[in-house]
């Protein structure tokens, strides 16, 4: 399911003062946004080639450069970053023409620290809300089962998963990081005939047993120290719906009896109200832990997991399917590119068979990761080997000489080494010594 990017608040600021960079620094990170300064054109262009930003400050006057040159260029390399120019009070009709020239706003110098943070968060929403837009027209462009899957072992669970999601069953969802838990429980829960209801999402590991408590079940006004509102509770909020507890490994000890409680009598009560209540909620749970080993070791409750695991879901990791990795890069590309406006279309065939060789230990999350890093800094139609910063990881994969490994084994990993670091197969095979024909059969041969 399509994720809106995240808008950290990543700021690019652009003047030839010094000075002026440190202060605007000093302020806007005293917010904790993330910020990078540039001197010149020169230098600013070749970070935004590098880097993404939300956006930038630009200092018109640049020395020898054209402020509304470097902002035409920067339009091009970074069309999502808004950019706000910052301008001297007796050059304001150059802001104008700025703003004609797709700038987001102007600040006129000197201005205060507030009115430089108050126009760094006015931006940032603004981002936010244009990225938000984005992966809802996503959303609503995606054919309805977007985890389809061509590799055997996905499709089991997403077989096991659909026959299930229509029961009320409660399904432990188990993967390693990464691998899609929280994309399938989502798609579990829109499956199920309370797809008309909340699907509601707790992440354990952030909350103390205090805190959850108050998360879960909702508290009244003055139950406790900071307590100044009521609140209902996430299990209200789930009532004919999903509650998906992610992370369920990290579930406060002491408050376990409570959500057992909660899962066999669909009762509970609010913190500092005596009322009990009842919610009609559907528990979905993941985790990367093993449960069985922590119930072992008295850090979970074994009757809380035979209540959660009435079915168990389990995730392969990316490098046991790899029949997935093309569709997926593929869909990931063309979601990139559309939100972030770049020329990237596709993949070369050296890019195509390094996404298949290396072995992704962070999984479907980490393809994602490349990819939007990939469709950011490539400048053209094809997406080359260069792009996807892969090169080192799929060499540090490679089989030592003399492990005990068949000449076959050896041979595949070589193959594959040398097909990811080339940018054709012509370059490929006269590394290798071989002729083009030949490194096809093998790379057919060892489903390179
Ligand atoms: N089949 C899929 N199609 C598209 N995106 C996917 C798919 N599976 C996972 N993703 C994406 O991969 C990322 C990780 O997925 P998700 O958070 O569901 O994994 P997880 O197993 O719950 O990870 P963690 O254990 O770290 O919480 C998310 O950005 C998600 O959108």
Same mark, same amino acid.
């Not at 199920?192 to 209801?197: F, P």
């Not at 992370?247 to 406060?252: Q, R, S």
């Given at each position: 399911m399509q994720q809106t990017p995240e808008i950290s608040g990543r700021i690019l600021l652009v003047d030839d003062e010094t000075a002026i960079l440190r202060t605007f620094r000093y302020c806007l990170e005293d917010r904790g946004y993330n910020v990078v300064t540039a001197s010149s054109a020169a230098q600013a262009e070749a970070i935004l080639q590098r880097q993404v930003f939300d956006l930038c400050f630009l200092d018109l006057r640049l020395g020898e450069d054209n402020g509304l040159d470097v902002l035409q260029q920067m339009r091009l390399t970074a069309p999502w970053m808004r950019v706000v120019i910052v301008t001297a009070h007796s050059a304001i009709d150059t802001a104008v023409d700025a703003m004609q020239a797709g700038a987001a706003d102007y600040l006129v110098k000197p201005c205060s620290p507030e009115q430089l943070r108050m126009a760094a968060a006015k931006q940032l929403e603004m981002r936010q809300m244009a990225a938000r837009l984005e992966a809802l027209e996503g959303e609503m462009q995606k054919p309805s089962d977007s985890l389809g899957s061509h590799s055997p072992a996905m499709m089991n669970v997403l077989e096991t998963a659909r026959q299930v999601a229509d029961t009320d069953a409660n399904i432990l969802i188990l993967g390693e990081s990464g691998t899609g838990k929280g994309e399938l429980a989502r798609a579990i829960h829109t499956w199920? +005939? +309370?797809? +008309?209801?909340a699907f509601v999402t707790i992440n354990c590991p952030s909350l103390s047993a205090e805190l959850m408590e108050s998360e879960l079940f909702g508290h009244n006004r003055g139950a406790f120290t900071g307590a100044s509102e009521s609140t209902l509770g996430r299990v209200n909020q789930a009532d004919g719906g999903t509650l998906f507890l992610d992370?369920?490994?990290?579930?406060?000890l002491p408050l376990q009896p409570k959500l057992l409680r909660f899962i066999q009598d669909k009762e509970y009560e609010r913190i500092g109200d005596p009322v009990t209540r009842r919610a009609d909620v559907r528990i979905l749970a993941a985790t990367n832990l093993n449960l069985d080993e922590m119930v072992r070791e008295g850090r979970f409750r074994e009757d809380l997991l035979y209540r959660l695991n009435v079915i168990t879901l389990t995730l392969p990791p990316m490098r046991e399917r790899p029949e997935d990795i093309g569709a997926l890069a593929e869909r990931f590309l063309a979601q990139f590119v559309r939100s972030y406006g770049r020329p990237a279309r596709g993949f070369s065939e050296a890019a195509s068979a390094a996404l298949r060789v290396y072995r992704w230990p962070g999984n479907v999350r980490e393809l994602r990761n490349v990819i939007e890093r990939a469709s950011i800094i490539c400048p053209q139609p094809m997406i080359e080997i260069s792009h996807l910063g892969l090169g080192e990881q799929v060499a540090s994969n490679a089989p030592r000489i003399g492990e005990q490994l068949s000449l076959e084994q050896l041979e595949k990993a070589h193959i594959a080494g040398v097909l990811s670091n080339s940018d054709t197969l012509d370059q490929a095979a006269k590394t290798l010594g071989i002729d083009a024909s030949t490194l096809y059969r093998k790379r057919k041969q060892y489903g390179l």
């Open positions: 199920s +005939r +309370r797809a +008309r209801k992370e369920i490994g990290d579930f406060p």
